[in-house]
């Protein structure tokens, strides 16, 4: 990976209220020429990523590590945060990210969340890596061998030009 | 028989209820919910009983000013439409009006069609302009 593929490198506070500003920095940061939609994608991306790394992460590391950059055709965004490595939140997100990949397309594992959201309104969670991977167009991916961090990528093809993804 | 007009500020989001004539839920600015978006569901579920209450016909929910909203609080949107289809007592139908400018409206209207049925009306609309004055 060359330095120059790196878009945007930041350590994030574990502030709430701060993700408005770096989803919007995403925004921004996405290579020149991409289109409005991936851009807008790669900022919601960041923020709901953002929020589960303020939500369930542990306070140490302090900071979340945040990084956009260019791999080939594709752009990436990953998001590291500290974690309990026995936490149920840590393999309440392994299994998200399964539970999505299991399906045959995003739009159906999406129909297939909100159709949890409607049966289940006091379910907690997991809306939020689905709406990555279909509303996102991301493929999501979730590392957690590095005891006491978890870090999650989100990657989708980089569409640039003025037109619709 | 109309929404009693009260005007919520949470954050960066402003809420008015009863707006436009009474019928309208006017929603703008960004919508970032923590903890399952508990105020969020008590608004949604207080609206709802208003309406079945006033028996009203049509509930308009304008989110043309909202340019974002995380995933915790559209779930609100598709719980109001589980209230919506489950109260036998609620004859309202919910009318949605978005901006085509925002993808992620235009994306995640489509998926809720499937959950309203034939008790949700999606409009997409841009923004008025206000008229300059001559």
């Given at each position: 990976m060359n330095k120059s593929d790196v878009l945007l490198e930041r350590r994030v506070p574990r502030d709430w209220d701060g993700i408005d500003a770096i989803r919007e920095e995403v925004a921004r940061s996405?290579?020149?020429?991409?289109d409005e939609d991936t851009r807008e994608a790669m900022g919601m991306v960041a923020a709901e990523l953002l929020e589960n790394a303020v939500k369930?992460?542990?306070?140490?590391?302090?900071e979340i590590g945040l990084t956009l950059r260019l791999d080939g055709p594709d752009i990436e965004l990953v998001v590291e945060n500290g974690v309990d490595p026995g936490s149920p939140d840590l393999r309440s997100l392994l299994d998200r990210v399964a539970w999505c990949n299991a399906f045959a397309s995003p739009e159906e594992a999406y129909m297939a969340a909100l159709a949890d959201v409607y049966a289940q309104p006091s379910a907690r969670g997991g809306l939020g890596i689905v709406r990555i991977v279909y509303e996102g167009g991301c493929r999501v991916s979730c590392d957690a061998?590095?005891?006491?961090l978890v870090s999650v990528t989100a990657r989708r093809a980089l569409v640039t030009g003025g037109g619709a993804s | 028989m109309k929404l009693d007009l009260r005007e919520i500020q949470r954050g960066s989001a402003r809420i008015v209820v009863g707006a436009q004539g009474g019928r309208t839920v006017e929603i703008s600015g960004i919508l970032r919910e923590h903890d399952e978006g508990l105020w969020l569901k008590m608004l949604v579920t207080d609206i709802h009983a208003a309406a079945v209450e006033r028996r009203l016909e049509e509930v308009t929910v304008d989110?043309?000013?909202?340019?974002y909203c995380n995933a915790t609080a559209w779930k609100c949107f598709v719980q109001w439409l589980r209230l919506l289809r489950e109260d036998a007592a609620a004859r309202y139908g919910l009318r949605v009006i978005s901006n085509p400018d925002q993808r992620w409206q235009l994306v995640g209207m489509a998926a809720l069609r499937a959950f309203g049925a034939d008790r949700l009306v999606i409009d997409h609309r841009r923004p008025d302009v206000p008229r300059r004055p001559r």
């Open positions: 996405v290579a020149a020429g991409a369930f992460g542990t306070a140490r590391p302090e061998s590095r005891p006491g | 989110l043309r000013g909202l340019t």
